[in-house]
């Protein structure tokens, strides 16, 4: 691509009385039959000290300007509203440019000059408008391809200190994009993560993925069926990456045990585990299964903090409770076909936690509880225990009932939290530097409100201290605005897809430009924007189909 | 780095020097003051400039059209079935009030204009261009008539000066300035004669392409001082005078009607026949552009067509026609809203205006340029 260079004036500056180019925008008209889009990158030139200097910037809208004063003299100009009418001369017009200012290579943000030969700026000048000159090689990751209206394309790096701390950490994907878009992303991105790392840190990071929709995420070991077509694979190529499915000796498929004993899952991998909740193995979690229920006086909540603390000391009345069904029909919360009252709890408090627990566990449950899990029912926070780098772990949840999979992801996060902040001393493995955490729906984990629940602190914890452990959240939904704005702001790469017009207007838009959020309705199926802390701008990268199976629908 | 703007007018301060230095200045206002211009100038100038046909008597036009019968159909010809005209030449002007000379107990205005011209090519296509253009600074002083003393013009005519920078005597006659008898209308007038001669000198620039096929139009009257002598040009004037009378016909029975009698009839899409001027050197004619249902008034929406007949031959109907039809086509896209005769402006001409107008020095850096210097005491004696 470097050979190729493919540089055209496209237009000059122009800056008028009451639009003038400022520090951090300027506008340039277009030369006749030269075709500019939203998120072209262009570059001008700029003074400098000595000699000049480039400034590089964002189109952001375009316009057209006739010298008609009014739309009434253009309906006069057509003879009257005549729809034949020709006009024998066009009427005089142009087409402008409004760009943002992205970046001077010489860091002078001296308004740019009227007049000034506007060129697009080539793969190189890119890169320096984005700043991504400045991040050290073994720091990029290819986060996707900008291509331009005149075909330049640039891989559009991000900084892996911004991804995976420490400088700052997490990835947020939010849209409407399209089936298995945002998903599909965060899986590339995932995968440019690990091939674009130095060998020597490849096995300091570890991947836990939760698939919660059909079988999508449950066969990524295997190469897909139909072969990518060639613009997919340059497209591979000019990223710098390889078009592979994920090792199959470093994937681990967990899948939740349904009602018979067997994987409650769409699709079955070939080695798979399976994994159980029993009471030993949730307890310390028990507060998760709760978040979506009301309790606006807390009650419920000190009670379930007064069992939970009971059943983890093994102290008093609930010393021997083993089981969910000791928990739900033995004393102390049960006596005698009676609910009893435990402790200074209402009695009504505990009939309310009786059967909500009962409801979740037992009668609606998908068959994830149970009283002793057999030997090859894993519990999930043991697994962890034991997770290496350079490992990929899949977390089935797509079949689960919205409380299950709140408590699984809440156990994912917990238990690998805790990890981080106090390794246990008998483990096998040691804890893997970094441990990225995919997740989708995350408005159901870390949902907008004033109620903030167990879970959504634990989201709320790794959002906002996970940089410094090293936990790194990907995490994605169709509306940013239905999540807590506590973790989406701790996210220093954000990803748009296609959202509307209503969701653009929120306030978590509020770090995109007017113009910029109009474009973001319009944007097309694989087409993103991507918002990264080094960049002074956001842009709109394309990224490759996967290289792996794909669950067709 | 520090980014310098020079002055770009800095050649006429040696010249205000002189004139500060050698008589006594009352500057204008903020240095110089923008003279507005008549709103209705080349109707006013296609009066002073034709004022000798205020009679027409014969037409122009071969074969001999019908007294009875002056209006011929020319319906819309689009550049798209014939690209007839192709060069539109226009003129425009600003003059500034610069402020008062006292030399002696005489007392002048000194004023300053912007003048310029430009050719406009139309492409096959309908695409615009400038073909060519000139802007020029003019200082208009009076040398007769109470005007600067013989020395000091010596002197100002012997600085050296940059092509674009002219010093003009506004008490020359010409057919402009002579009509007017106060001293800064007639300088305003001689800047008018200035530009329109501008205008002439850029249409030698179309000479070698200009045949048949290809006719320039000329904004305003095909005559000055003396007749514009190029072929396949005409002038269109959009305001023209309302005086001439109209006898034709055989002399004893010819009735006489007036132009707005001969207008108001004229329907949409036809043109008059062509009318005799300056015993045949010109033939005029008028065409209605729009209909008058779409205006305000039966004069509006009309041009005067101007034709040189140098050889004093009458124009085929066949050629009116089709000159004629072109400009019917001419009438979109109009400049509604920009310009308040944009019933019969031609949308090129009006270009080449803006053109012009858009390389004239604005106020703001005029009045800046134009520093007198530090002014003097002035001693009233009586």
Partial sequence: MNDERNIKDVGKTSATDRDPNTSEKFSFWLAPEVIVNPFDIVEVEQVYHEGKSKTFGLVTTLEHRTDSPTHLANFISSNFGELTEEPNTPRQGITLAHVNVLSNDKDIYMPVSSEKVVRFADEEGIQIALGIDAMEPQNRIPAGLIRMSNGTCAVAYIDRRYVLGPESAHVNITGISGLATKTSYAIFLIQSILQSIPDEEKNKIAVIILNVKHGDLLQIDKKREKALTTEEMEMWEALGLTPKPFPSDKIHYYLPRGKDGNPNSCLIPDVYHIYAYDLDGTIDKLDFLFTDVSDTSGALEALIGDIMNGIIAREGPLRDIHSWENLLNSPPLFKDGNTQKFGDHYKATVGKFRRLLRRMVKTMHSGIFVDNRRTNEKLLSEELENIKGGHIYVIDIAQLKEYEQQLVFGDLLKTMYSLKIEPKENLSEEIPEKVIFFVDELNKYAPVGTRVSALTEQVLEIAERGRSLGVILISAQQFMSAVHPRVTGNCATKIIGRSGSAEVLQPDYRFLDKEIKNNVTRLSKGELLLSHAVYRQPVKVIFPKPAFKQQEF | ???????????????????????????????????????????????????????????????????????????????????????????????????????????????????????????????????????????????????????????????????????????????????????????????????????????????????????????????????????YLIGVAKSFSKTPQFYLGKRRGAKSKDITSVLAGLPHAHRTVAFSAYDGQVAFWYVRLREQRELDYPLMGVVKVELPCPDKKPVSSELADLISSALVAERNVTPYGLDRRWHCSLYPIYIAEQVIKNRFFSKEVLMGCIRWPKPQEVNYER
Avoid at chain 2, 69 to 96: A, C, M, W
Avoid at chain 2, 137 to 166: A, C, F, M, R, V
Avoid at chain 2, 212 to 228: E, P, R, S, Y
């Fill in chain 2, 1 to 231: 780095m520090v980014i310098k703007m020079s002055n770009p007018l800095s050649s006429i301060t040696p010249i205000l020097n002189i004139l500060s230095k050698e008589i006594k200045i009352l500057p204008a206002t903020g240095g110089a003051v923008e003279e507005l211009q008549h709103p209705d100038q080349e109707e006013i100038e296609d009066v002073i400039i034709n004022k000798n046909i205020d009679i027409v008597t014969s037409f122009a036009e071969t074969p001999e059209p019908d007294p009875h019968n002056i209006y011929r159909h020319t319906p819309p010809l689009s550049r798209t079935e014939q690209h007839l005209f192709k060069f539109f030449v226009d003129g425009s002007i600003r003059t500034y009030f610069l402020g008062t000379g006292i030399e002696g107990t005489r007392s002048f205005p000194i004023e300053l204009a912007q003048i310029g011209s430009a050719v406009i090519k139309r492409e096959d296509d309908g695409q615009l261009r400038v073909l060519t253009y000139k802007h020029r600074i003019i200082l208009l002083l009076p040398k007769q008539n109470q005007g600067i003393s013989d020395t000091l013009w010596h002197y100002i005519q012997n600085i050296e000066k940059p092509d674009w920078l002219e010093i003009v005597d506004f008490t020359m006659p010409d057919i402009l300035t002579d009509t007017k008898k106060d001293p800064r209308d007639k300088a305003g007038a001689k800047a008018r004669y200035e530009m329109h001669k501008l205008e002439i000198e850029l249409i030698s620039f179309t000479d070698a392409f200009r045949d048949k096929n290809n006719w320039l139009i000329l904004d305003g009257a095909v005559k000055l001082t003396d007749f514009i002598q190029a072929p």
